[in-house]
């Protein structure tokens, strides 16, 4: 996908027809727009979101005052005034423009949550096509799901990997790798392909076949509804976790809180810390009883073996070691090493034949011996099994004594804080009080879901099995019953290579991730993506998770937007070169970004600016005055095909105009208006 231009009419702070040419060329991919605070980045940046899918982000306030204030105004009751966006892009070939408008008949002095009407059109060699649905195509071509990779605010990404958004992102990732087809066919087409061949049965009458069939449906479902509720579950935790996050942030913000609140939050990175320790441990503890847990049963068993062999060893019941054929030639001459003769029948004679026979069992020699070691071993083996558990069982112990001397501070804090004779800093922590209580019970009830989805999954396999080997009589039972078996197979191969694909991915999007971070973060911290695709960073110096600043949180969300736009163009490339794969994905995205540069210091916005422009071949950034100057510039200056001023009026004459520079010349900044609106005005690069 390649950007072509965005025309805004009043849209929000945006008066009249405003419009912004966003064509590049493949050396200099940056567009850039400077703007001062509230005068219209955001609003920029949702431009696009809105257009695209008819959503604000959350930031977003008043999100229902999407007409320009000014034009609502001048609009006199029961006229029409409208508002609208068009973004303009090329697809693989196809042009396409976007077009989404409201429109509404003016009643009240205030406006109110409108329904937009969407029109795309479709455009090849010259003829055009209006798209009958045209949100689903808008969903094939970038799915809602990835736009939080594609189009998002620098300063709250961090967001994305919290607890309550890791499956939202995994999703997101499997749908733009091309994995999202086989999970339809996991969790669509398969089970409806095996339920109508069940269903057949009922013609039949086998009435063991049809309880199953039954029975599996109704699992089945009941399996939907426990997935329903788990989303619902995060995205309530979600919203509860935000609300303790703004609390946590006003108490911050408030003087008197302050303090009290920056000693909880280290306590809060203290305990992160702490928490992954004793997860290490306990993972450290699951290993070795996994590994050597037999152990532990084989007191008693190395003295019996050492006790055996050693009394095989005293009755020569354990060869020494002397070769059979040099016992043969002794009999063969009838005479032993020593000069003795040996006829037959003797003693001696009978004695050396024994000696024969057990000369044969070299192997069971050379057994014995690697077993008596061994045996000799399992004590030292077993002693330091036990050292080290109990040395886990130790660390874990003493671990939880301080989580729980963490929990006992906090506590104290939370009652500090009740105590402040500031109304608004009670209310403030009586909220986060009650919100985080809120999100504990709903991730307990998170939890006992997604139990109840395990025991549902082993329950449907067990009804598969009985299905599978239920006797039945008649031929066409048999029939289906094969067919049945034979798409379960089939669904069980693609699971296992859902698996293995999505495996393959995360570690391809870990690899990548650690790689741009690298690139950019001077401390002793590496990115990591776990399993579940929660993005984690650990300090390699101490073996534990980091404890982020809003910098480093910063830091790894456009690293990791970085790892996504790569790996995707990767697996886009892989498709253009084998246009017939089975799987498809990937693709080539621009990047719209607010804030890209947050709180960082200087040195980490200079690598950053330098980093950007490298992310994908289309970057469109969203920056304040601060960052018209220096290195930052220099760098996302050098890589841009165009920039733009967002230049404000205000009506407040008390306020100085501004101006900008921007590699030496002056632009206008804010200037003087008979209303507050924002213009966008290209600037030389």
Same mark, same amino acid.
């Given at each position: 996908?390649?950007?072509?231009?965005l025309?805004l009419?009043?849209?929000?702070?945006?008066?009249?027809t405003?419009q912004?040419d966003l064509e590049?060329?493949?050396d200099?991919?940056?567009?850039?727009?400077?703007g001062?605070?509230g005068a219209?980045?955001?609003? !920029?940046?949702?431009a696009f979101i809105?257009?695209l899918?008819?959503?604000?982000?959350?930031?977003v306030e008043?999100?229902?005052?999407?007409i320009?204030?000014?034009?609502?105004?001048?609009?006199?009751?029961?006229?029409?005034v409208?508002?609208?966006?068009k973004?303009?892009f090329e697809?693989?070939g196809?042009?396409?423009?976007v077009?989404?408008?409201?429109?509404?008949?003016k009643d009240?002095?205030?406006?109110t949550?409108?329904?937009?009407?969407?029109?795309?059109?479709?455009?090849?060699?010259?003829?055009?096509?209006t798209? %009958? &649905?045209g949100?689903d195509r808008?969903?094939?071509l970038?799915?809602?799901?990835?736009?939080?990779?594609f189009f998002f605010?620098?300063?709250?990404?961090?967001?994305?990997?919290t607890?309550d958004?890791?499956d939202?992102?995994k999703?997101?990732i499997?749908?733009?790798?091309?994995?999202e087809?086989?999970?339809?066919?996991?969790?669509?087409h398969?089970? &409806?392909?095996s339920?109508?061949?069940s269903?057949?049965?009922?013609?039949?009458?086998?009435g063991?076949?049809?309880?199953?069939m039954i029975?599996?449906e109704e699992?089945?479902q009941?399996?939907?509804d426990?997935?329903?509720?788990l989303l619902?579950?995060?995205?309530?935790?979600?919203?509860?976790e935000?609300?303790?996050?703004?609390?946590?942030?006003a108490?911050?913000a408030?003087?008197?809180a302050a303090p009290?609140?920056r000693?909880?939050?280290?306590?809060?990175?203290?305990?992160?810390?702490?928490? #992954?320790?004793?997860?290490e441990?306990?993972e450290?503890?699951?290993e070795?009883?996994a590994?050597?847990?037999?152990l532990?049963?084989?007191?008693?068993?190395?003295?019996?073996?050492?006790?055996?062999?050693?009394?095989?060893?005293?009755?020569?019941e354990?060869?020494?070691g002397?070769?059979?054929?040099?016992?043969?030639?002794?009999l063969? *001459?009838?005479?032993?090493?020593?000069?003795?003769? !040996?006829?037959e029948?003797s003693?001696?004679?009978m004695?050396?034949e024994?000696?024969?026979?057990? #000369?044969? !069992?070299?192997d069971?020699?050379?057994r014995w011996?690697?077993l008596?070691?061994?045996?000799? *071993?399992?004590?030292?083996?077993r002693?330091d099994?036990?050292a080290?558990l109990?040395?886990?069982?130790?660390?874990?112990?003493e671990i939880e004594?301080?989580i729980?001397?963490i929990?006992?501070?906090?506590?104290?804090?939370a009652?500090?804080l009740?105590?402040?004779?500031?109304i608004d800093?009670q209310r403030?922590?009586?909220?986060?009080?009650e919100?985080d209580?809120?999100?504990?019970?709903?991730?307990?009830?998170h939890r006992?879901?997604?139990?109840?989805?395990?025991?549902l999954?082993?329950?449907?396999e067990?009804v598969r099995?009985q299905?599978?080997s239920a006797r039945?009589q008649?031929?066409?039972s048999k029939?289906?019953?094969r067919q049945?078996?034979?798409?379960?197979?089939?669904?069980t191969a693609?699971?296992?290579?859902l698996?293995?694909k %999505?495996e393959?991915v995360?570690?391809?999007? *870990?690899?990548?991730?650690k790689?741009v971070?690298?690139r950019?973060?001077i401390?002793?911290?590496?990115?990591?993506?776990t399993?579940a695709?929660?993005?984690?960073?650990?300090?390699h110096?101490a073996g534990?998770?980091?404890?982020?600043s %809003?910098g480093?949180?910063?830091?790894?969300?456009l690293s990791f937007?970085?790892?996504v736009?790569?790996?995707a163009k990767?697996t886009h490339d892989?498709?253009?070169?084998?246009?017939?794969?089975v799987l498809?994905?990937?693709?080539v995205?621009p990047?719209?970004?607010?804030?890209p540069?947050?709180?960082?210091?200087v040195?980490?916005? &200079?690598?950053i600016a330098?980093?950007?422009?490298?992310?994908?071949s289309q970057?469109?950034?969203?920056l304040s005055?601060s960052?018209?100057?220096?290195m930052?510039l220099?760098?996302?200056?050098?890589?841009a095909?165009?920039m733009?001023?967002?230049?404000?009026?205000?009506?407040n004459?008390?306020?100085?105009?501004? %101006?900008?520079?921007?590699?030496g010349r002056?632009?206008?900044?804010?200037?003087?208006?008979?209303f507050?609106?924002t213009?966008?005005?290209?600037?030389?690069?």
């Amino acid at each position: 996908m390649k950007l072509l231009k965005l025309t805004l009419e009043n849209f929000r702070v945006f008066y009249g027809t405003q419009q912004l040419d966003l064509e590049v060329t493949p050396d200099k991919p940056a567009i850039l727009v400077f703007g001062m605070n509230g005068a219209g980045k955001t609003t !920029l940046l949702n431009a696009f979101i809105w257009a695209l899918y008819g959503v604000f982000s959350d930031d977003v306030e008043h999100q229902e005052r999407v007409i320009n204030d000014h034009a609502w105004a001048q609009t006199p009751f029961g006229g029409l005034v409208s508002a609208s966006v068009k973004v303009e892009f090329e697809h693989e070939g196809l042009l396409f423009s976007v077009l989404r408008t409201v429109t509404t008949t003016k009643d009240t002095e205030e406006q109110t949550a409108l329904a937009p009407k969407l029109i795309v059109t479709e455009s090849e060699r010259g003829v055009s096509t209006t798209v %009958t &649905n045209g949100q689903d195509r808008i969903q094939k071509l970038l799915p809602e799901g990835l736009r939080q990779f594609f189009f998002f605010n620098g300063e709250r990404m961090e967001r994305m990997f919290t607890g309550d958004r890791t499956d939202e992102v995994k999703q997101a990732i499997k749908t733009l790798m091309g994995l999202e087809e086989i999970e339809r066919a996991i969790a669509t087409h398969l089970p &409806n392909a095996s339920r109508k061949l069940s269903r057949q049965i009922a013609g039949n009458g086998d009435g063991r076949l049809q309880a199953l069939m039954i029975e599996q449906e109704e699992l089945e479902q009941h399996k939907l509804d426990v997935h329903k509720q788990l989303l619902q579950l995060s995205e309530t935790a979600g919203g509860y976790e935000r609300e303790v996050e703004a609390a946590n942030q006003a108490l911050l913000a408030n003087g008197k809180a302050a303090p009290l609140q920056r000693q909880r939050t280290k306590l809060k990175v203290r305990l992160g810390e702490l928490m #992954a320790k004793r997860a290490e441990r306990q993972e450290r503890k699951r290993e070795l009883l996994a590994r050597s847990s037999f152990l532990a049963f084989t007191g008693g068993i190395d003295s019996q073996v050492l006790d055996l062999a050693e009394g095989m060893r005293k009755r020569r019941e354990l060869p020494a070691g002397i070769q059979r054929d040099y016992i043969d030639g002794l009999l063969e *001459d009838g005479l032993c090493m020593c000069g003795r003769e !040996l006829p037959e029948g003797s003693s001696a004679r009978m004695a050396l034949e024994e000696r024969r026979y057990n #000369a044969g !069992l070299a192997d069971v020699e050379t057994r014995w011996m690697y077993l008596r070691g061994k045996a000799a *071993d399992l004590t030292l083996a077993r002693a330091d099994l036990l050292a080290k558990l109990r040395e886990c069982v130790s660390d874990i112990e003493e671990i939880e004594s301080s989580i729980r001397q963490i929990d006992a501070e906090e506590s104290d804090i939370a009652r500090e804080l009740e105590g402040v004779d500031v109304i608004d800093v009670q209310r403030l922590e009586e909220r986060r009080k009650e919100f985080d209580r809120k999100r504990l019970d709903v991730l307990q009830q998170h939890r006992e879901a997604k139990s109840q989805l395990a025991e549902l999954d082993e329950r449907i396999e067990k009804v598969r099995r009985q299905f599978h080997s239920a006797r039945v009589q008649d031929e066409e039972s048999k029939r289906i019953q094969r067919q049945v078996a034979l798409v379960d197979e089939v669904l069980t191969a693609f699971q296992r290579i859902l698996a293995v694909k %999505t495996e393959e991915v995360r570690q391809q999007l *870990d690899q990548k991730v650690k790689s741009v971070f690298g690139r950019i973060c001077i401390k002793p911290f590496t990115p990591h993506l776990t399993p579940a695709f929660a993005l984690e960073l650990v300090n390699h110096s101490a073996g534990v998770a980091a404890a982020r600043s %809003t910098g480093e949180n910063q830091i790894l969300g456009l690293s990791f937007v970085g790892a996504v736009s790569e790996l995707a163009k990767e697996t886009h490339d892989r498709k253009q070169k084998a246009p017939d794969a089975v799987l498809g994905g990937g693709g080539v995205y621009p990047v719209v970004m607010d804030a890209p540069f947050g709180n960082l210091d200087v040195a980490y916005q &200079n690598d950053i600016a330098e980093s950007l422009p490298k992310l994908t071949s289309q970057i469109v950034t969203l920056l304040s005055k601060s960052q018209a100057r220096g290195m930052v510039l220099d760098h996302l200056g050098g890589a841009a095909s165009r920039m733009y001023v967002l230049r404000s009026y205000i009506t407040n004459t008390d306020a100085d105009e501004d %101006t900008i520079t921007i590699h030496g010349r002056s632009y206008p900044y804010v200037s003087h208006g008979d209303f507050n609106h924002t213009v966008l005005e290209e600037v030389t690069v």
